[in-house]
């Protein structure tokens, strides 16, 4: 199958910095869950960057990679600092460039979110809701962030990573200072959408200046946290249009929330993609390309975003879980969509756990999981999760 559309998914695509990515498909950040339980990358890991390199797409985002192992989202995450094992990271770097395709770093820090057995949560403000008790940060440790991130980001260059992605999204540290409902502050950091920006715009200033002008630097950001009183799409346009004056290269749009009881992106019901309308809003803020990521489930939604201007590069994350080879299926016309698994009432969190232990799979070269295995799936992962936990906390608490 080919269709009129197909030369916009095929064509590079040329970001601020000079980089090109050789055509318009990415794998966007998710936690593989593919780390060590000590912060650093396993052959595993290694092995499944460099199978999606193969499979045809321009760039891969390795999600929540942590600059310190004191606000890490799970026990799988990768930790970039000093004491990191380097030699592992650059075989990683290394393998995510196989065919000419990027590997980039999602920096992460997941603050208010992050996984209480080995951390102490803390984000802009104490909370003490069902599911969510976190301390709140002082400005001491406020005015420390850029620095961390710019830190790790210089370090992602040196070791040859692609680029660096800052993640503002999905309820961690940089969304939680952007969300009223977890920014309570009523200082420089708070208040008004202009003080709740700041340590994003903060952290942009400083990365940019550790990597230089020549380094992809993209950021990941919430149209909107999909929750009543949380941050929303006339706000992240505002956010997009500030961003426009930095030295951003790519701008990854996304949305929804951890936050306790509600339901992510992924777990959503519908046919297509799920931003492309904020996408069309945000154009008219910025000359920085847009990557728009979550919902495309065809070749012709993922053809049509790029060819109507919505979106410069089109992100899959589950779509790649199930069919780690179709980028280059959908680059020559073929497989219209991937085969999706349906489950039946699925605990919360389950669907997670199923597509991670898939990934775990992939990585492996091993056969796919079936829907069925749900429940060994879920076990599977939790069982991992203890143990590294354990590793966690002997290593690096």
Not at 104 to 122: R, T
Not at 197 to 204: G, K, S, Y
Not at 365 to 379: N, V
Request: hydrophobic share 40%.
């Amino acid at each position: 199958m080919t269709t009129e559309f197909l030369p916009m998914l095929s064509q590079p695509l040329s970001l601020p910095c000079g980089t090109t990515l050789k055509n318009r498909i990415a794998k966007s950040a998710m936690s593989d869950s593919l780390g060590d339980g000590a912060g650093n990358p396993t052959n595993d890991q290694i092995a499944l960057y460099e199978r999606w390199a193969k499979g045809g797409l321009a760039l891969s985002i390795i999600g929540e990679v942590q600059g310190t192992p004191h606000f890490a989202e799970k026990p799988g995450n990768l930790v970039l600092n000093n004491h990191s094992d380097r030699e592992q990271l650059v075989r990683l770097a290394n393998a995510g460039a196989t065919d000419n395709a990027q590997l980039w770093l999602q920096l992460g820090h997941a603050g208010a979110m992050a996984d209480a057995p080995i951390s102490k949560p803390k984000g802009p403000s104490a909370l003490d809701l069902p599911g969510l008790i976190c301390g709140g940060m002082s400005l001491d440790e406020i005015h420390a962030l850029p620095a961390e991130f710019a830190r790790t980001a210089r370090l992602a260059k040196q070791l040859g990573f692609g680029g660096v992605e800052l993640h503002a999204a999905h309820g961690f540290l940089l969304n939680q200072f952007l969300s009223p409902l977890f920014n309570k502050r009523d200082d420089d950091y708070g208040g008004s959408l202009q003080n709740r920006m700041r340590l994003l715009l903060e952290v942009i200033s400083a990365v940019r200046d550790a990597v230089g002008p020549e380094f992809p630097v993209g950021i990941k950001l919430n149209a909107t946290d999909q929750l009543v009183g949380g941050f929303a799409e006339d706000e992240a346009l505002d956010v997009v249009a500030a961003v426009d004056k930095t030295g951003v290269d790519l701008i990854d749009i996304s949305g929804g929330t951890y936050f306790p009881g509600a339901a992510s992106s992924s777990d959503r019901a519908g046919t297509g993609p799920y931003f492309l309308d904020f996408a069309g809003r945000a154009r008219a803020k910025t000359r920085i390309p847009l990557m728009v990521t979550g919902g495309f489930k065809t070749l012709a939604q993922a053809e049509s975003a790029i060819a109507d201007g919505m979106a410069d590069i089109v992100g899959l994350a589950r779509a790649l879980v199930v069919d780690p080879e179709l980028p280059s299926y959908w680059l020559s016309g073929q497989r219209s969509k991937p085969l999706f698994p349906r489950f039946q009432n699925p605990p919360e969190g389950g669907v997670t756990a199923w597509y991670t232990m898939q990934i775990t799979q992939n990585a492996k070269g091993e056969a796919a999981l079936a829907p069925e295995d749900l429940e060994t799936a879920i076990e599977a992962y939790e069982s991992r999760d203890e143990v590294r936990r354990r590793v966690w906390n002997s290593m690096l608490g």
